[in-house]
């Protein structure tokens, strides 16, 4: 299986702030990267595939690039309703593996 | 708007089997470029991949689940489900349905709201 590795496993930021969060394949990947935001009690929200693009409806603030073994999601400016823990997620070779989770709080 | 909802026993006894329905609604699981797909997250843990099924009867499993799992369809009620047999206590997690879009590279673009399993006698 392919390892995927988020950093860091947790980040204190302020509204306002840009964050990157960053996720390392254990293999390279291609560009077959995805990203998602999970809040508490709920299911996880589909933001950018296949590295670096956006799903309708995400605000530009996010932004997602990379290839091969390693790729950033950032955040350009905080908002309130961006805390949430993010997950990375493969989808080169089944099975498809997901990083551990990257929680975002608030400083 | 694709929507899927989880169905299914909440609890269920060490060494018997999981079974979790997964009905859809807004879109045909018989759709091609589509796989319908289960995925758990043990309580307060990562994600986990489970398998799929594709609308032409294919299917998937995680090796790791492998020797447990089955997943099947049910094209005439646009319904799709999981068995995972020998269930222990490590079995106990939230149960996604979503569907992976081929299209997006196979990212998950709709999941279920999720359905707690707890394994306990």
């Known amino acids: 299986d392919i390892q995927m590795t988020q950093s860091p496993s947790s980040l204190s930021a302020s509204v306002g702030d840009r964050v990157t969060i960053t996720c390392r394949a254990s293999?390279?990947?291609?560009?077959?990267l995805n990203w998602y935001q999970q809040k508490p009690g709920k299911a996880p929200k589909f933001l950018i595939y296949a590295a670096s693009n956006l799903q309708s409806g995400v605000p530009s603030r996010f932004s997602g690039s990379g290839s091969g073994t390693d790729f950033t999601l950032t955040i350009s400016s905080l908002q309130p309703e961006d805390f949430a823990t993010y997950y990375c997620q493969q989808s080169y070779n089944t099975p498809y593996t997901f990083g551990q989770g990257t929680k975002l709080e608030i400083k | 708007q694709v929507q899927l909802q989880e169905s299914g026993p909440g609890l269920v006894k060490p060494s018997q089997t999981l079974s979790l329905t997964c009905t859809v609604s807004?879109?045909?699981?018989?759709?091609?470029?589509?796989?319908w797909t289960w995925i758990r997250q043990h309580p307060g843990k990562g994600l986990e991949w489970i398998g799929y099924?594709?609308?032409?009867?294919?299917?998937y499993y995680n090796p790791s689940l492998k020797s447990r799992v089955t997943i099947s369809a049910d094209s005439s009620k646009n319904q799709f489900s999981l068995n995972l047999s020998s269930v222990t206590v490590a079995d106990t997690a939230v149960y996604y349905c979503?569907?992976?879009?081929?299209?997006?590279?196979?990212?998950?673009?709709?999941w279920g709201q999720g359905t707690l399993v707890t394994v306990s006698s």
């Open positions: 293999q390279s990947i291609s560009g077959y």
């Open positions: 099924i594709y609308y032409s009867g294919t299917t």
């Open positions: 979503v569907r992976e879009r081929a299209d997006y590279g196979s990212a998950v673009d709709y």
């Open positions: 807004g879109g045909s699981i018989t759709r091609g470029g589509d796989y």
